[in-house]
Protein backbone atom coordinates (compact mmCIF):
# COMPACT_ATOMS: atom_id res chain seq x y z
CA UNK A 1 0.00 0.00 0.00
CA UNK A 2 1.04 3.59 -0.61
CA UNK A 3 -0.41 6.84 0.88
CA UNK A 4 -0.18 10.10 -1.10
CA UNK A 5 -0.57 13.35 0.94
CA UNK A 6 -0.73 17.10 -1.51
CA UNK A 7 0.17 20.21 -0.40
CA UNK A 8 0.62 23.36 -1.77
CA UNK A 9 -2.16 24.64 -3.75
CA UNK A 10 -3.41 28.37 -2.60
CA UNK A 11 -4.92 31.37 -4.41
CA UNK A 12 -1.88 33.09 -6.75
CA UNK A 13 -2.48 35.71 -9.32
CA UNK A 14 -1.62 35.10 -13.07
CA UNK A 15 1.75 35.44 -13.94
CA UNK A 16 2.81 33.99 -10.45
CA UNK A 17 4.67 31.00 -9.26
CA UNK A 18 3.82 27.40 -7.09
CA UNK A 19 5.14 24.54 -5.77
CA UNK A 20 3.03 21.67 -5.32
CA UNK A 21 4.47 19.06 -3.30
CA UNK A 22 3.14 14.97 -2.72
CA UNK A 23 4.53 13.08 -0.39
CA UNK A 24 4.42 9.16 -0.18
CA UNK A 25 4.45 6.38 2.08
CA UNK A 26 3.81 3.21 2.72
CA UNK A 27 5.66 0.83 -0.10
CA UNK A 28 7.68 3.64 -1.98
CA UNK A 29 9.99 0.82 -3.18
CA UNK A 30 7.81 -0.06 -5.35
CA UNK A 31 6.99 3.09 -6.65
CA UNK A 32 7.73 3.37 -10.64
CA UNK A 33 6.33 6.69 -11.65
CA UNK A 34 4.85 9.71 -10.30
CA UNK A 35 2.48 11.57 -12.11
CA UNK A 36 0.06 14.92 -11.50
CA UNK A 37 -2.85 15.34 -12.74
CA UNK A 38 -5.82 18.13 -12.66
CA UNK A 39 -9.23 18.69 -12.75
CA UNK A 40 -11.73 21.70 -13.06
CA UNK A 41 -15.36 21.84 -12.83
CA UNK A 42 -16.94 19.94 -15.89
CA UNK A 43 -14.08 18.99 -17.18
CA UNK A 44 -12.23 15.54 -17.46
CA UNK A 45 -9.35 14.40 -15.06
CA UNK A 46 -6.17 15.85 -17.23
CA UNK A 47 -2.35 14.02 -17.06
CA UNK A 48 0.22 17.19 -16.34
CA UNK A 49 2.73 15.75 -16.16
CA UNK A 50 4.82 12.52 -15.31
CA UNK A 51 8.14 11.41 -14.06
CA UNK A 52 9.57 7.98 -13.76
CA UNK A 53 12.03 6.01 -11.04
CA UNK A 54 14.77 6.65 -13.86
CA UNK A 55 14.29 10.04 -13.78
CA UNK A 56 12.23 10.80 -17.48
CA UNK A 57 9.68 13.47 -17.88
CA UNK A 58 6.63 14.11 -19.97
CA UNK A 59 4.62 17.36 -19.97
CA UNK A 60 1.10 18.04 -21.57
CA UNK A 61 1.69 20.60 -24.13
CA UNK A 62 -0.31 23.25 -22.55
CA UNK A 63 1.96 23.57 -19.38
CA UNK A 64 5.44 21.97 -21.51
CA UNK A 65 8.02 25.49 -20.99
CA UNK A 66 6.28 26.47 -17.61
CA UNK A 67 5.78 23.38 -15.25
CA UNK A 68 8.69 21.13 -14.14
CA UNK A 69 7.79 17.78 -12.06
CA UNK A 70 11.05 16.77 -9.87
CA UNK A 71 11.29 14.31 -7.79
CA UNK A 72 13.64 14.02 -4.27
CA UNK A 73 16.69 12.26 -3.57
CA UNK A 74 14.85 9.49 -1.66
CA UNK A 75 12.14 9.31 -4.69
CA UNK A 76 9.52 9.93 -1.99
CA UNK A 77 8.45 13.13 -3.02
CA UNK A 78 7.37 14.57 -6.35
CA UNK A 79 7.29 18.13 -6.87
CA UNK A 80 5.20 20.34 -9.16
CA UNK A 81 6.91 23.49 -9.88
CA UNK A 82 4.32 25.85 -11.46
CA UNK A 83 5.68 29.09 -13.20
CA UNK A 84 3.51 31.80 -15.52
CA UNK A 85 0.41 30.54 -14.36
CA UNK A 86 -2.52 31.44 -15.99
CA UNK A 87 -7.02 31.40 -15.11
CA UNK A 88 -6.88 28.48 -16.91
CA UNK A 89 -4.51 26.45 -14.74
CA UNK A 90 -6.58 26.83 -12.42
CA UNK A 91 -8.51 23.06 -11.26
CA UNK A 92 -7.65 20.74 -7.90
CA UNK A 93 -4.38 19.17 -8.67
CA UNK A 94 -3.72 14.97 -8.06
CA UNK A 95 -0.81 13.17 -7.14
CA UNK A 96 -0.96 9.71 -8.73
CA UNK A 97 1.62 6.91 -8.46
CA UNK A 98 2.03 3.39 -10.40
CA UNK A 99 3.66 1.05 -7.68
CA UNK A 100 4.32 -2.15 -9.19
CA UNK A 101 4.27 -5.49 -6.71
CA UNK A 102 1.86 -2.92 -4.51
CA UNK A 103 -1.36 -4.23 -5.51
CA UNK A 104 -3.77 -2.29 -6.23
CA UNK A 105 -0.65 -0.49 -7.88
CA UNK A 106 -2.42 2.91 -9.09
CA UNK A 107 -2.81 5.41 -6.03
CA UNK A 108 -4.32 8.94 -6.00
CA UNK A 109 -4.14 11.38 -3.12
CA UNK A 110 -6.87 13.63 -1.62
CA UNK A 111 -5.46 16.47 -4.22
CA UNK A 112 -4.88 19.96 -3.46
CA UNK A 113 -6.93 23.33 -5.19
CA UNK A 114 -4.81 26.09 -7.18
CA UNK A 115 -6.69 28.87 -8.16
CA UNK A 116 -5.52 31.93 -10.28
CA UNK A 117 -6.63 35.09 -10.40
CA UNK A 118 -6.88 37.45 -13.50
Known amino acids: QVQLVESGGKLVQAGGSLRLSCEAS????????MRWYRQSPGKRRELVAS???????NYADSVSGRFTISTNNAKNTVYLQMNSLKPEDTAAYYC????????????WGQGTQVTVSS
Open 51 to 57: ITSGGVT
Open 26 to 33: GSIFSIRV
Open 96 to 107: NVYAAYSAPYDY
